[in-house]
DNA sequence: ACCTGAACACCGTTCAAGT
DNA sequence: ACCTGAACACCGTTCAAGT
């Protein structure tokens, strides 16, 4: 409980000498709205990662109790749900270009992997979590679109989608999971973020040459190559495979239905 | 804190009518290991899923204190290390045929996959976890010999691997994380299994035709194809796109160090 | 050497009661 | 209508004390 002072604090046509002290202690605090819990949430989680954000620790910064939160969200879930959507919004989505779509596809995975390492903590809010958001549509529209200009089948560019985000978030999640290990290392002690690689290598390096001859190899593959490179070759490899794939029939009317141009979307809108 | 019968057991010379309640209530209860808390673990998780499974209830499933386990696991995530080690031992790996290493590889994501699917909640498990015992070891080096064999760089091969053991396990556990919804479900309720699925649908449907011209089609063709065609979608794309990337030079030194045949592999290791 | 009870510092969620 | 205190049923982990 804050501690009030004498003369409380009223709107309206009072006159008051508003000084810096009496807007600190606002005594009428603000209602609870999702909104809100929704900013508090994402604050939280740049500020303490993933595991920083629960209904108690939220109900703490936004100085209520717990109980409170469960009128305006349902549970944890919707919480996490919420938070992916807003920051979904954030994904930029092309303006499609039939001549570039795979560059573009490619493009689209760079900044949805962007856009988790700015909000670290997201990737596993959105881990189980389906993104039907605005933003999540809106991307997932363009993807979809970007295939279906390349010629790729409609079940195809379906799936494509679901596995493209399904690698990102992945690759996200994996990110977080690790930058979270070395910052857990005990603070006196040895906060050396190589500590897992070179475990890793040692690991790699004790294995028996005889049984595993191949693992000296990823030994020192992994050794070297950094993250981006992995990541890039993520994506070569699934946008290769997917061109690689049996294209669609041209039909007009397909072409109609799946890949409908500017002015024949207006066209229907008008009908 | 099970009751005693009056004479209490002895072990040694003692002559005792060893009656089948003698046997049930043995009152020297076995002594705690590791293999025994990996035992308990599994059984837990088969019977309660993922969630099922916590040093308390390993505990109490192995009538003792929590505090015990610790003598035996530094902590809750060297449980599920050993646990997915176990499980991985169960990997079947193939013999290499260069004829065939596109397919070889194909089939061991299935039977990855089906791995994880026979022991609900080790996708969980598996995750945040590197597989670095035994069956995980044998696994990547059966993968990347596949790969080399096909003459794919091995810096490919292994990112490859990688790339691979991350599209299994997050199938594997959006899988589990379906499953797990479907089942807490209110148990007098709808326990419907295709709610969740007429729901994403008519999300689809409400979509902005004008907005979204593409989701029409993507909520059509989720309606059909199940999981295994989607499954079989991701690993022909992924193993067509490594297929057509770049191969490796076929310089002979190159040919030996990287992928050594058997009688190599046992001269080397005799010198 | 191994095990235990009790405690510490947390969770998510519910519900009767207050204003 | 909205918020609260208190409770319920859990977590992982530590540590002094017991045998």
Redesign the pocket.
Known sequence: MAEKRERSYRAGPLRVRVTTEAREERPAKP??TRERIVEAAMRLMAEQGYDGV????LARALD?????L???VA???EVDQLVVDRISHLMPVPEPDPDRWQDQLKQMMRDALALYRAHPGSARAAMGVIPLGEGGVRAAEAMVRLCLAGGVTPQAAAWFCDLMALYVGAIAYEEEVWAQRENTTGAGEAPDPEALDRQLADHFASLSRERYPAMAVLAAVMASGDGEERFEFGIYVRVSGLAAAPTRSRRPDDEELLAPRPDEVSRRSAG
């Open positions: 209602r609870l629960s209904m108690r620790s209520t109790a717990p109980a409170s469960y009128a305006h549970n944890r879930e």
